[in-house]
């Protein structure tokens, strides 16, 4: 029964397993550690971070690795994704380190665990190669996600949000799953490069193809939280405790468009008449209810929710504009150019909500746009800092943003579609009013509150150089641009 | 027609009815109950499919272990049907038009000939069995994606843990130390009152 099965090669999931076994010792640790000493784990779990990435460093080939029998496959754009999850998740807890232990209510070992496991079922998902894979890797983030935002279990409004996200999220993953258990009645594998094998050869059905089709595109939607099926975001951001707005906010946005390229792009190319279709009604809606909605909202992490809306919307431009009508000369273009996005994405949201941390202290949460009112005269630097980031966001010239916006839309002439590109524009610029909004509170408004704003200087340090990336990288775009590039290069 | 096929018809009319009921009883323990039927029957269209292990599976997991954990639940709840039932019937044009519109369109992919399997090619060759076959998969070609559900649960143990562990309780037998060794003054207190005239 045994006879024709060999070993896997390990060491391209080395950094999985390392990260698995430290998550489990963590959780063993804390049971030892008084409750006035979490910041051991805290440095356990950062440290733990840190040598994964250290590991993803020194395995990484460059080559395409598959290894668990074709399950799981590293290459150049799971490295460099996973670089961005590790970099990304211990600037996360860094930002969320006061908050958490300004309320000891929510400052429990578990609290890492369940983050280092989140970080897990993200690689998992980067490095899938199967339907399995993919599905079991999203399950784990999303499980370890559903509990931490019911961590805070005294609030009304962070239970009633974990309750609808883990309903909405459980809804979706059924979707996601019949979609795929669909592809696999038409193909009869689950691997992803047998699948795209099994469609080259046209050999499938396409009615069972398409239905299936529907399914995978409308899970993946809900994952991505893009309009119609965004209706958890603006709720889960809201009511979540705001580190773990950040974390959902942030990271899993990077796993998400890896599993994009994987189903869609690896598995399902053949197909990508059909997907790219209903990805533009998609984005365009996204686009459409993200940024006019974003306009009513008062509080700061509902408004910048139903701005993730809209960037995700605008992300997904340069994944339906990769191949036109069979013609693949612009592929690498689209693509890199949804991938820079994803990346500025992160690093602008993780700015935003990290001066919500900032400035919110012990029974004070500072979500509300009021509570940004002079902030200027309270403190310029870190005023200036949001300025950048709410610059950069809007698509201001000159920040990140302006040229991940500027390279999607590119993509999107370059392809062809320019209604698609007018579009897109218009409604940045409606979207560009509310971050102004917020930049004209910060600045013109006179302070509600002059509670000096007290931090810590790890905190000082990282806000800072997050604010000053967006802004450095934005006159060198091409630094990021290039890895992209490089990276989908190596992988496709 | 043969005995299987009577099996089957019969097992899927128990299980027709069996669904209906779980969502049209008024009492949820009914509904408990009658979804454990559905289990029931459906374990028993997988065992004449000769996937006796996921029968046995169903039946031991859900029927075993989650069904009656769910009983336990609903016994302890005290759940009112009227308010769940509110609005049933302003929503029901509306979900009877999309479930009927999947159920065609679900009816058009599946019922195509492209499902239609040949018996002669269903069938599962004499010597070969299937819970081993399943089992040898998961520990060598399913061994990474087999190691993660385990993760999995333990973060639904961990889950579960946080959301409802508030500490140890503190009991309330009394502690023969601290009585023997209580003091006069930590029971009473001497008050010092002026005393009133007259």
């Given at each position: 029964m045994f006879d024709n099965f060999v070993i896997p090669d390990f060491l391209p999931a080395a950094p999985e397993i390392f990260l698995a076994t430290m998550a489990m010792f963590i959780l063993v640790v804390d049971l030892f550690v008084k409750d006035s000493r979490r910041t051991i784990v805290f440095v356990l779990t950062q440290l733990t971070l840190i040598a994964c990435a250290a590991i993803q460093l020194y395995t990484s080939t460059g080559e395409i690795t598959y290894t668990f029998s074709n399950m799981f496959v590293d290459d150049m754009m799971a490295d460099l994704l996973k670089m961005f999850v590790y970099l990304t998740m211990i600037m996360v807890m860094f930002y969320s380190r006061a908050y958490l232990f300004e309320r000891p209510n929510m400052n429990k070992g578990e609290f890492y665990v369940l983050a280092l496991f989140a970080t897990l079922g993200m690689l998992v998902m980067i490095s899938a190669n199967n339907f399995v894979t993919i599905y079991v890797g999203l399950e784990l983030l999303s499980l370890s996600l559903y509990a931490m935002v019911a961590m805070n279990r005294d609030s009304l409004a962070s239970t009633e949000a974990a309750m609808k996200y883990f309903v909405l999220g459980a809804l979706a993953s059924g979707m996601l799953l019949y979609g795929m258990s669909m592809i696999y009645g038409a193909t009869?594998?689950?691997?992803i490069t047998e699948i795209a094998e099994s469609l080259y050869r046209g050999e499938t059905n396409k009615t069972v193809l398409i239905f299936g089709l529907v399914f995978l595109v409308s899970g993946l939607a809900f994952k991505l939280g893009v309009?119609?099926?965004?209706?958890w975001i603006p709720d889960v951001y809201h009511g979540a405790p705001t580190p773990v707005t950040l974390l959902i906010g942030s990271a899993p946005k990077l796993a998400a468009f890896a599993i994009v390229m994987r189903l869609l792009v690896s598995g399902l190319i053949t197909l990508s008449q059909d997907w790219q279709g209903m990805l533009i009604i998609l984005s365009v809606l996204s686009m459409a209810i993200g940024n006019l909605a974003a306009?009513?909202?008062?509080n700061l992490k509902r408004m910048l929710a139903y701005s993730a809306i809209s960037h995700m919307g605008f992300m997904l431009l340069g994944i339906v504009t990769g191949v036109v009508s069979g013609d693949a000369r612009y592929a690498l273009n689209a693509y890199s150019s949804a991938m820079f996005y994803v990346i500025a994405y992160v690093l602008m949201t993780m700015g935003a909500f990290g001066v919500i941390l900032l400035m919110s202290r012990a029974g004070f949460e500072?979500?509300?746009?009021?509570?940004?009112?002079?902030l200027n005269k309270r403190s310029p630097w870190f005023a200036f800092i949001m300025l950048m980031i709410m610059f950069s966001m809007a698509g201001v010239?000159?920040?990140?943003g302006f040229f991940a916006k500027f390279s999607v839309l590119q993509a999107v002439v370059a392809a062809g579609y320019l209604w698609l590109a007018i579009v897109a524009v218009l409604f940045s610029l409606i979207g560009a009013f509310y971050y102004l909004r917020v930049v004209k509170l910060m600045y013109f408004d006179a302070p509600e509150d002059e509670t000096p704003i007290s931090t810590g200087m790890d905190m000082r340090i990282l806000i800072s150089a997050n604010g000053l990336a967006v802004a450095i990288l934005g006159i060198f775009p091409q630094v990021i641009m290039s890895l992209c590039a490089y990276a989908l290069l190596r992988s496709l | 027609m043969d005995f299987s096929t009577v099996v089957f018809f019969f097992l899927s009319a128990i299980l027709i009815f069996a669904a209906l009921r779980v969502i049209t009883a008024r009492n949820p323990v009914y509904a408990a109950l009658h979804l454990m039927l559905a289990f029931f029957t459906t374990g028993g269209i997988w065992a004449m499919l000769q996937a006796e292990f996921l029968a046995i599976a169903l039946i031991v997991v859900y029927v075993g272990a989650v069904m009656v954990l769910f009983l336990f639940v609903v016994m302890m709840l005290d759940i009112n049907m009227d308010r769940i039932r509110e609005g049933f019937w302003n929503y029901l044009p509306l979900g009877a038009l999309l479930g009927l519109l999947m159920v065609l369109e679900m009816g058009l992919v599946l019922g195509?000939?492209?499902?239609?399997?040949?018996i002669a090619e269903a069938v599962v060759p004499a010597g070969v069995s299937n819970t081993k076959e399943i089992g040898a998969l998961l520990v060598t070609d399913y061994v990474f994606p087999f190691e993660l559900s385990a993760i999995i649960l333990l973060v639904g143990m961990i889950a579960a843990v946080v959301l409802t562990f508030r500490g140890v309780k503190k009991s309330k037998i009394s502690n023969p130390n601290q009585q023997v060794f209580v003091k006069a003054k930590d029971r009473m207190r001497v008050l010092q009152m002026p005393v009133e005239k007259d």
């Open positions: 009869g594998t689950l691997e309009v119609p099926f965004h209706m306009i009513a909202q008062t500072a979500d509300q746009l009021d509570d940004y009112k002079g010239p000159f920040f990140i | 195509s000939k492209y499902f239609q399997v040949p």
